[in-house]
């Protein structure tokens, strides 16, 4: 099975079982009427990865980064990834974590991702 296989059917299984921080996004995306893919799979030169949130309209990607992105194993696959998104893509990449999730108020978030677009470097909330 290929990489790019084995992600495809990886990402299947997170949009069936998604971490409880993603599923908070999805609804106040939901609630805001703004249109995404959930697990984005990328394929780069060989180099494939997927991504939480990919937002069409805006060529926004998003990351909901849970405590493991402290590791330096995935901060590791986190630089590799905004690498691709960035350089590779040239979408732009907003990181939150799962407390910014939570907490974030819709319009709040509106204002975030409307924000983030036209922006060629990592966005990550305050």
Excluded: C
Aim: glycine letters at 4%.
């Amino acid at each position: 099975m290929s990489k790019h296989a084995f992600l495809t059917e990886r990402a299947s299984q997170m949009k069936r079982r998604p971490t409880g921080a993603e599923s908070v996004f999805a609804q106040k995306l939901d609630n805001l009427e703004i249109k995404y893919e959930e697990q984005w799979v990328v394929d780069y030169k060989g180099i494939a990865a997927i991504y939480d949130f990919y937002i069409p309209t805006l060529r926004l990607l998003v990351e909901v980064d849970g405590g493991y992105h402290s590791t330096e194993t995935q901060k590791q696959t986190d630089r590799i990834k905004t690498f691709i998104a960035e350089q590779r893509l040239k979408r732009d990449l907003l990181r939150l974590t799962n407390e910014q999730v939570i907490a974030i108020s819709d319009e709040d978030l509106r204002q975030l991702i409307y924000g983030a677009k036209g922006k060629r470097h990592q966005v990550r909330a305050s």
